[in-house]
């Protein structure tokens, strides 16, 4: 486990989404994640009752420490919380211009709550957008930061155009939060458009793309392309998903090491 990642995100205390669930993933692909934390949230299944940012000094102190001494092959960008994050972690990558970077622009919790103010999003679209070798946003993550309706495939590729158009380099618009049976995600590059479905699973899932992200971030720093990062990431999730773990009373988690299951022994 030589290779490494760099992941900058919050802390959810059900582990089953946020900086928790990004380093199961890392494990489940044989990769060393090294982390910045940006902030500490109180959260279960239901709700998120309690957030607490880490200072951005701090937040910029980890990521150089880990630049200093174990640099990633790839960066995976999670939740911000704060304009003042952004700007740190901004900051910072623009030294680093050479490491890819998969931005999940978490701007809400599963279970509710705002994990990123909306006075971050300026420096989302202005400063890490641009930074960005691939977006991954959900539908509403997708309304917010390009400002146009994802309801209908024309209306998708608007929002792919605009993320494009900010700089990144790549976008995978996910259809999670859509209504239809089957689910597609859709990645947008300069050389076209590529798209991924899985069927639809019931009930609501904690973490998933938090989890997509890091894959995709992992996927890269293995030395592999973007679009077969992207679509290994995708089959890792699906696969995932289908282990679903008996914990909590709300939106579901999932087992993003249910690969690994073998090294743990029988169960009793």
């Known amino acids: 486990m030589t290779t490494t990642i ?26 060393y994640a090294t982390c910045a934390l940006t902030a500490v949230t109180a959260q279960n299944t239901t709700e998120v009752t309690a957030i607490q940012p880490i200072d951005p000094e701090i937040v910029q102190a980890q990521v150089e420490a880990v630049f200093a001494d174990i640099a990633p092959r790839a960066i995976k960008v999670g939740m911000l919380g704060t304009k003042e994050v952004a700007e740190a972690v901004a900051d910072t990558l623009s030294q680093h211009r050479d490491v890819p970077v998969v931005l999940d622009p978490v701007l809400v919790a599963t279970a509710g709550g705002e994990l990123t103010s909306a006075e971050a999003f300026d420096t989302i679209r202005d400063r890490l957008i641009p930074r960005a070798t691939v977006v991954t946003p959900n539908l509403p993550e997708a309304r917010a930061l390009a400002g146009a309706d994802p309801s209908d495939i024309t209306g998708i590729g608007t929002c792919a155009n605009r993320f494009l158009n900010m700089g990144a380099d790549a976008v995978l618009i996910k259809g999670g939060h859509g209504t239809e049976d089957t689910i597609y995600d859709r990645l947008y590059m300069a050389s076209g458009m590529r798209k991924m479905s899985s069927k639809r699973l019931k009930g609501e899932f904690h973490g998933t793309g938090c ?36 914990l909590g009373g709300g939106s579901k988690i999932f087992n993003p090491l249910n690969r690994l299951s073998s090294l743990y022994g029988a169960t009793k």
């Open 6 to 31: 760099l992941i900058i995100a919050g802390s959810d205390s059900c582990a089953g989404a946020g900086m928790q669930i990004d380093l199961k993933t890392a494990a489940a692909h044989g990769v």
């Open 211 to 246: 989890s997509l992200s890091t894959a995709i971030a992992c996927n890269l720093a293995r030395g592999f392309g973007l679009e077969e990062s992207v679509l290994a990431a995708h089959d890792y999730l699906a696969d995932a998903l289908a282990h679903e773990l008996a």
